[in-house]
């Protein structure tokens, strides 16, 4: 006989495993504190289960945290859109449009990421946890993303065949980056960097890309 499933899954949690529902629970806590600090306590009282049912299930509270991690990461990703395509509108529009979807990104991550600083056992699980990249060089991480796209718009000759699209990429997120890890210390309502772009940000940052800063021939 199967174990009888919790009250708060028989009551309306749908086709979610106790797995899944726990790892929901994870991530909700993640999204509102804009931290992944919490205690297995937390986690059983936001699910509505006992505390002891996490070990059931997870190895311990730290696979549970990487797995709500990635989680919220692919949320976060789907909430700010799709990235453009090469070959589709202008590279100067499409270079706009990622650059307003990494500061979103951003935004709602680095507060995570900065309070995991020491939680390397969170990190090494999260890194082989599999499923959607964060921030920055691995398998669909914002930078290598980019970097993909400038590569892809010149094999497509729409940007010059000297261009090296890694630079250019890390140049772009790391504009982005130097934006937005300043207010990490002085956070706004709810842990949240309050970011408020400097007129022309964006427009300055991509035509310094696209043109360069050297004299016109």
Same mark, same amino acid.
């Given at each position: 006989?199967?174990?009888?499933?919790?009250?708060?899954?028989?009551?309306?949690?749908?086709? %979610?495993? @106790?797995?899944?529902?726990?790892?929901?629970?994870?991530?909700?806590?993640?999204?509102?504190?804009?931290?992944?600090?919490? *205690?297995?306590?937390?986690?059983?009282?936001?699910?509505?289960?006992?505390?002891?049912? @996490?070990?059931?299930?997870?190895?311990?509270? &730290?696979?549970?945290?990487?797995?709500?991690?990635?989680?919220?990461?692919?949320?976060?990703?789907?909430?700010?859109?799709?990235?453009?395509?090469?070959?589709?509108?202008?590279?100067?529009?499409?270079?706009?449009?990622?650059?307003?979807?990494?500061?979103?990104?951003? *935004? %709602?991550?680095?507060?995570?990421?900065?309070?995991?600083?020491?939680?390397?056992?969170?990190?090494?699980?999260?890194?082989?946890?599999?499923?959607?990249?964060?921030?920055?060089? &691995?398998?669909?991480?914002?930078?290598?993303? @980019?970097?993909?796209?400038?590569?892809? &718009? %010149? &094999?497509?000759?729409?940007?010059?065949?000297?261009?090296?699209?890694?630079?250019?990429?890390?140049?772009?997120?790391?504009?982005?980056?130097?934006?937005?890890?300043?207010?990490?210390?002085?956070?706004?309502?709810?842990?949240?960097? %309050?970011?408020?772009?400097?007129?022309?940000?964006?427009?300055?940052?991509?035509?310094?890309?696209?043109?360069?800063?050297?004299?016109?021939?």
């Amino acid at each position: 006989m199967s174990p009888r499933k919790p009250a708060i899954l028989r009551d309306g949690a749908g086709d %979610q495993t @106790l797995r899944e529902h726990l790892i929901a629970a994870a991530v909700r806590l993640i999204a509102e504190r804009g931290s992944p600090a919490m *205690t297995v306590k937390d986690i059983a009282r936001e699910a509505k289960v006992a505390d002891g049912v @996490l070990y059931n299930h997870f190895a311990d509270k &730290e696979e549970l945290i990487a797995l709500a991690l990635r989680e919220h990461v692919h949320g976060v990703l789907a909430m700010a859109g799709d990235a453009p395509r090469a070959g589709e509108g202008t590279v100067e529009g499409n270079l706009h449009a990622y650059v307003t979807r990494g500061l979103k990104v951003l *935004t %709602q991550m680095l507060p995570v990421f900065a309070g995991m600083v020491s939680q390397h056992k969170i990190l090494g699980r999260f890194a082989h946890a599999g499923g959607p990249g964060g921030l920055g060089t &691995e398998e669909g991480g914002l930078r290598t993303v @980019l970097s993909n796209y400038l590569s892809a &718009e %010149q &094999e497509l000759g729409r940007l010059s065949p000297d261009a090296k699209p890694e630079a250019a990429a890390t140049m772009i997120m790391g504009a982005c980056h130097e934006l937005i890890l300043p207010r990490l210390f002085h956070p706004g309502p709810g842990g949240m960097p %309050q970011v408020d772009l400097p007129d022309g940000f964006v427009d300055d940052l991509v035509t310094t890309v696209l043109k360069g800063i050297a004299p016109g021939r």
